[in-house]
Structure formats: structure tokens, C-alpha cells
């Protein structure tokens, strides 16, 4: 995946029978199945793929729990299903993960045991294993760290467990793989219409060289999750609120906050959320919040009401109490939630599904929906793009399409941090021996190598150091200050790979600083 080739493609053609706005989850999945299904398939994303909300999920891969409570069926049921073929076409990066629910009244453990029997129920042959009602020892057992006082028995179930933006790079490279054109750093500035008022292109700039260009397209979609408005402000002359930004946010710690492989759910807080803690590329990763937020932005922060409910949540469940100095990240994330029909309506009772919008102008927009179902998106958007009279019918092959870097006869060796690259490893590897200065570590605390911010920069499209750091190798969101302290190492080699100037790295760095400021916490308040 290389991006000078993706621009040359570009420029060879002038008409494309998709063109796809923005590259996270939704588009990403968009592009993979127009271009499976043959169609001539361009994407552009204005930053970086899964810059935005695709990068800051709680790592899940989900039927949605709290949704089977809500009385959601269907929701579940689809997201269950799509759980169940994410883990057979992504396995080396979706994980079946136990999840621990402690219950400290005799009731709930009934209750729940229930209820996720149910959910067991819902995802029929693509089941990831069964849940179990535990005794007070064996709840114990499984989460070694879990407050004991009060406590009754618990119940265990399984879901998926992700890394969301290497998901997003594979993504892009199995849909070049399949024909499309797939482009970062490219912004749409404008949709062209003919004298009919109906979209029938987009003008677009290259944002490193600011060269711009005009391209028609049979189907245009609006794939931007919570930058939707934006677009739909060049589509419509009177302006509405198609989707309202919903902040969550985590923090991160140390493994010994949740020692062992089981990841620690409470299905009720005090203001009826759901925390979890889950483990992830060797830490714990713990969230999430619910937050109407009045302005989208590229660089959410987390409220300190969110970080006080996050610790004070954590720290009621947990026997060793997580505090603000243990905090190694914190990220936030917006959901782009369809707007509801109600002004005033709270986030946590608007509806996860997602639903696509077909303007007057004929622009298909894709509101709501989660990284879960992304797949079952893409197809519903197609399918609405033929059925519109936009495409020539042809069936969807994406239930069962391997995505770049699975294998599915393997089990991958998930003690190596390597795991992640699937059947891209070997590569890295011999990357390292040819290059043997790649070998060395990226960060002394952390696993991450040279080869790795290289391989990133060659073949996975990564421009500058947040790239790099916040969704190639994460660093970023497992530990914030070390990201910073290796800022300048990663942009002197993307400087000498993409041939930058000093003047570039400098600005690099600042940039970088500027944007991992918002992940770090800091102690006193």
C-alpha cells in the first residue's frame, strides 16, 4: 500500500463507480465491498484511516450487552453475528476474551447468568464459548485484583477483542487488494452537482502537495462519521443536524490493576453505564463514558468529570485502587450517533444501529453504527447504492473475504508482540536481519521496534509521527510520555524515508507534542 501509487492511479482515472468519503470503520468497509464486487472504488480520508473515532473504541468486538438490556434484539443479533465472522476474517487480530462480571447482591448473579445465557442464544453457530455462573472463590480466581468486601459470586461470558486501528490499516490494504484506490491526507473541498442538483462528483486536495482534483462518480457516500454535518452542509441548502457527537473516554494502566486474562465488566454504574476493563497489548485499558459534546474535533479531550468517574468507578471494584499518577494514557473518542427525532434525548437511549440517509442530491450518508457491525454497514450501503439505480446489481462476497494479514488455519503466538501483523510477520522479521539497526527497540520500556515505524511508512501509508505512534504501533494510547520521549527518533526516520527537511522534523515534533499533550493526565488537579 503505497501512497504515491494510489496517487497515480487517481490521476489515471477520471470516472470511478464509488467514491468514498472518509476512511474509518464505516468507508474502509465501504471501499472493501465495492471493490469485491468489481466496482471501480476510489476513497479519501483527510487525515489518516481511523484517525478519528475508528481509532478510539474500548478495543471490543461485540454483540452489546447493555443493548440485550435495553430490549435491542436485533442490534445484538447482527452484532453478533459480524463478531463471529470478524474473528474468522481477522484472526490475528480479533481474540475471544472472557469477561468477568462480579456481583456484590445475591440477586444479580441470577439476574445476569440469565441474561447472558440469552446472549449465548443470539449469536447461534458463531458462538465464542458459553456463559457460566461462578461462585465468590472462583470469581476471585478469575480477577485476582476484583474488591472482595461485599462480594457474592459472579458470571462469566465471552466476547471479541480487537485492536481497532490495525484493523483500519488492513482494511485499506485488503481493499487495494481488491481494486480500489485507496488515499490519506486527501480532503474532499467540495461535491459537484449537474443542473439537476444531483451529486455526480467530488473536488478534492492532496494535502501534502495541495494539488487539487475533479473526479465523477456514479455513487457518492458520505462515510465521515462525526465530521457528517460538515459535508452535508456542501450537500444541502438548509442546514440540519444529521448526527450529535457522543464523547468516551479511557484510561489506561499498568497490567497489575487486572492481573490474569480475564477482562472485568460492570454492567451497572451509578449513572446506569457500563465500565469496562479490559486487557490490551499488555495493559488495561478502562472505560467508557457517555458525554453529549456540542463541537466535533479531530482531538477530543476528556472531560475531568469523565476522568473522576472512570477512577471512581474503577476504584469501588478493584482492591488495588487505580489513582491519577497510575494514569499511562488517556484517550477520547466521539460516536457519530443519529441525531434523534427528540431535542434533549440522553445519548445512552440513542440507538446504536445505523441507518443510511439518501439525499435529494442522491449523496448516501451513513449515520451511527459501531466498529462491530462494519461490514454489515458497507454491504447495506451498497446495497442502497444499486437499489437507488446508482450501480448495476451485483451480490455481496464480503461474509466470508479474508482480510490483509489473517490466517485462519493458525493460532497466532499472541506472547509476541508481532502478533498483530499476522501473515506480515515474517516480512518484519526479515526487515530486521537485513536491516540490522531496525532490530533495535523503538522505546527501551516497550516491545515495539525500528522495523516496525519503518515497515509503517513503506507499506502501510503512515505519513508523520502521530500516525506512527498513535495507530501503527500505539504507543500513543499504552503510554503517552514514552511516545513523546521517542517523537524525535520517529520523525528523523520518517524524514529520511520520505525525504523531509530539518525544518520538516521540527514542525513534526511540535505537532506531535501538541496532539500527545491531550493523552497525558495530569497528577494534580
Same mark, same amino acid.
Given at each position: #500500500?503505497?501512497?504515491?501509487?494510489?496517487?497515480?492511479?487517481?490521476?489515471?482515472?477520471?470516472? &470511478?463507480?464509488?467514491?468514498?468519503?472518509?476512511?474509518? =470503520?464505516?468507508?474502509?468497509?465501504?471501499?472493501?465491498?465495492?471493490?469485491?464486487?468489481?466496482?471501480?472504488?476510489?476513497?479519501?480520508?483527510?487525515?489518516?484511516?481511523?484517525?478519528?473515532?475508528?481509532?478510539?473504541?474500548?478495543?471490543?468486538?461485540?454483540?452489546?450487552?447493555?443493548?440485550?438490556?435495553?430490549?435491542?434484539?436485533?442490534?445484538?443479533?447482527?452484532?453478533?453475528?459480524?463478531?463471529?465472522?470478524?474473528?474468522?476474517?481477522?484472526?490475528?487480530?480479533?481474540?475471544?476474551?472472557?469477561?468477568?462480571?462480579?456481583?456484590?447482591? &445475591?440477586?444479580?448473579?441470577?439476574?445476569?447468568?440469565?441474561?447472558?445465557?440469552?446472549?449465548?442464544?443470539?449469536? *447461534?453457530?458463531?458462538?465464542?464459548?458459553?456463559?457460566?455462573?461462578?461462585?465468590?472463590? %472462583?470469581?476471585?480466581? #478469575?480477577?485476582?485484583?476484583?474488591?472482595?468486601?461485599?462480594?457474592?459470586?459472579?458470571?462469566?461470558?465471552?466476547?471479541?477483542?480487537?485492536?481497532?486501528?490495525?484493523?483500519?490499516?488492513?482494511?485499506?490494504?485488503?481493499?487495494?487488494?481488491?481494486?480500489?484506490?485507496?488515499?490519506?491526507?486527501?480532503?474532499?473541498?467540495?461535491?459537484?452537482?449537474?443542473?439537476?442538483?444531483?451529486?455526480?462528483?467530488?473536488?478534492?486536495?492532496?494535502?501534502?502537495? *495541495?494539488?487539487?482534483?475533479?473526479?465523477?462518480?456514479?455513487?457518492?457516500?458520505?462515510?465521515?462519521?462525526?465530521?457528517?454535518?460538515?459535508? #452535508?452542509?456542501?450537500?444541502?441548502?438548509?442546514?440540519?443536524?444529521?448526527?450529535?457527537?457522543?464523547?468516551?473516554?479511557?484510561?489506561? /494502566?499498568?497490567?497489575?490493576?487486572?492481573?490474569?486474562?480475564?477482562?472485568?465488566?460492570?454492567?451497572?454504574?451509578?449513572?446506569?453505564?457500563?465500565?469496562?476493563?479490559?486487557?490490551?497489548?499488555?495493559?488495561?485499558?478502562?472505560?467508557?463514558?457517555?458525554?453529549?459534546?456540542?463541537?466535533?474535533?479531530?482531538?477530543?479531550?476528556?472531560?475531568?468529570?469523565?476522568?473522576?468517574?472512570?477512577?471512581?468507578?474503577?476504584?469501588? /471494584?478493584? =482492591?488495588?485502587?487505580?489513582?491519577?499518577?497510575?494514569?499511562?494514557?488517556?484517550?477520547?473518542?466521539?460516536?457519530?450517533?443519529?441525531?434523534?427525532?427528540?431535542?434533549?434525548?440522553?445519548?445512552?437511549?440513542?440507538?446504536?444501529?445505523?441507518?443510511?440517509?439518501?439525499? !435529494?442530491?442522491?449523496?448516501?450518508?451513513?449515520?451511527?453504527? %459501531?466498529?462491530?457491525?462494519?461490514?454489515?454497514?458497507? !454491504?447495506?450501503?451498497?446495497?442502497?447504492?444499486?437499489?437507488?439505480?446508482?450501480?448495476?446489481?451485483?451480490?455481496?462476497?464480503?461474509?466470508?473475504?479474508?482480510?490483509?494479514?489473517?490466517?485462519?488455519?493458525?493460532?497466532?503466538?499472541?506472547?509476541?508482540?508481532?502478533?498483530?501483523?499476522?501473515?506480515?510477520?515474517?516480512?518484519?522479521?526479515?526487515?530486521?536481519?537485513?536491516?540490522?539497526?531496525?532490530?533495535? %527497540?523503538?522505546?527501551?520500556?516497550? !516491545? /515495539?521496534? #525500528?522495523?516496525?515505524?519503518?515497515?509503517?511508512?513503506?507499506?502501510?501509508?503512515?505519513?508523520?509521527?502521530?500516525?506512527?505512534?498513535?495507530?501503527?504501533?500505539?504507543?500513543?494510547?499504552?503510554?503517552?510520555?514514552?511516545?513523546?520521549?521517542?517523537?524525535?527518533?520517529?520523525?528523523?526516520?520518517?524524514?529520511?524515508?520520505?525525504?523531509?527537511?530539518?525544518? &520538516?522534523?521540527?514542525?513534526?515534533?511540535?505537532?506531535?507534542?501538541?496532539?500527545?499533550?491531550?493523552?497525558?493526565?495530569?497528577?494534580?488537579?
Amino acid at each position: #500500500m503505497n501512497r504515491s501509487e494510489q496517487l497515480t492511479k487517481l490521476q489515471n482515472t477520471e470516472n &470511478w463507480d464509488v467514491i468514498i468519503i472518509g476512511g474509518g =470503520a464505516s468507508g474502509l468497509g465501504t471501499a472493501i465491498d465495492a471493490a469485491s464486487r468489481g466496482y471501480k472504488t476510489i476513497l479519501f480520508e483527510a487525515v489518516d484511516f481511523a484517525k478519528g473515532t475508528s481509532s478510539r473504541s474500548t478495543k471490543l468486538v461485540h454483540g452489546g450487552v447493555r443493548y440485550l438490556a435495553q430490549g435491542d434484539v436485533h442490534l445484538v443479533r447482527e452484532a453478533l453475528k459480524e463478531r463471529g465472522l470478524l474473528a474468522q476474517n481477522a484472526s490475528h487480530l480479533v481474540k475471544n476474551q472472557s469477561f468477568v462480571i462480579p456481583n456484590y447482591h &445475591w440477586l444479580s448473579g441470577y439476574f445476569y447468568t440469565i441474561g447472558l445465557k440469552i446472549y449465548d442464544l443470539l449469536s *447461534g453457530g458463531l458462538s465464542l464459548g458459553s456463559s457460566k455462573y461462578l461462585s465468590k472463590k %472462583k470469581t476471585i480466581e #478469575m480477577l485476582p485484583n476484583v474488591e472482595e468486601n461485599g462480594l457474592v459470586n459472579g458470571v462469566i461470558y465471552h466476547d471479541g477483542q480487537f485492536d481497532d486501528s490495525r484493523l483500519a490499516v488492513n482494511l485499506a490494504q485488503t481493499a487495494v487488494e481488491n481494486g480500489a484506490c485507496v488515499l490519506n491526507y486527501t480532503k474532499v473541498f467540495n461535491l459537484i452537482k449537474d443542473n439537476n442538483n444531483q451529486v455526480i462528483g467530488v473536488q478534492v486536495q492532496d494535502q501534502e502537495s *495541495g494539488i487539487k482534483y475533479e473526479l465523477k462518480g456514479s455513487a457518492i457516500i458520505n462515510a465521515t462519521g462525526v465530521f457528517t454535518n460538515a459535508i #452535508m452542509k456542501l450537500n444541502d441548502n438548509v442546514y440540519k443536524k444529521y448526527i450529535v457527537p457522543s464523547q468516551g473516554i479511557h484510561l489506561v /494502566f499498568d497490567k497489575s490493576f487486572l492481573p490474569g486474562d480475564h477482562a472485568l465488566m460492570i454492567p451497572k454504574t451509578k449513572d446506569g453505564r457500563v465500565l469496562f476493563a479490559v486487557p490490551w497489548h499488555n495493559r488495561v485499558v478502562v472505560g467508557t463514558t457517555d458525554t453529549l459534546i456540542k463541537k466535533q474535533s479531530l482531538e477530543p479531550i476528556a472531560l475531568e468529570s469523565e476522568i473522576q468517574f472512570v477512577l471512581e468507578t474503577s476504584q469501588r /471494584f478493584l =482492591a488495588k485502587k487505580p489513582e491519577r499518577k497510575d494514569v499511562l494514557a488517556v484517550f477520547a473518542g466521539l460516536r457519530p450517533l443519529a441525531a434523534p427525532k427528540e431535542e434533549g434525548k440522553s445519548t445512552k437511549e440513542v440507538s446504536r444501529s445505523h441507518k443510511i440517509i439518501v439525499s !435529494e442530491t442522491g449523496l448516501i450518508t451513513i449515520t451511527g453504527g %459501531k466498529w462491530t457491525t462494519y461490514r454489515k454497514i458497507a !454491504e447495506d450501503i451498497i446495497d442502497k447504492a444499486i437499489k437507488t439505480g446508482k450501480l448495476p446489481k451485483r451480490t455481496c462476497t464480503t461474509e466470508h473475504l479474508s482480510i490483509h494479514g489473517s490466517q485462519p488455519t493458525t493460532s497466532f503466538d499472541r506472547e509476541n508482540h508481532l502478533y498483530i501483523y499476522g501473515t506480515d510477520i515474517p516480512k518484519i522479521i526479515e526487515l530486521q536481519e537485513s536491516e540490522t539497526v531496525l532490530k533495535e %527497540k523503538l522505546h527501551p520500556n516497550h !516491545e /515495539f521496534t #525500528m522495523a516496525e515505524v519503518v515497515w509503517a511508512i513503506r507499506y502501510e501509508m503512515a505519513r508523520t509521527v502521530d500516525d506512527i505512534l498513535a495507530r501503527r504501533v500505539r504507543l500513543l494510547f499504552l503510554d503517552a510520555r514514552a511516545a513523546i520521549e521517542v517523537s524525535e527518533k520517529t520523525a528523523r526516520v520518517i524524514a529520511k524515508e520520505l525525504e523531509h527537511d530539518e525544518a &520538516w522534523i521540527n514542525n513534526e515534533i511540535a505537532n506531535f507534542k501538541q496532539i500527545a499533550k491531550g493523552f497525558l493526565l495530569s497528577e494534580f488537579q
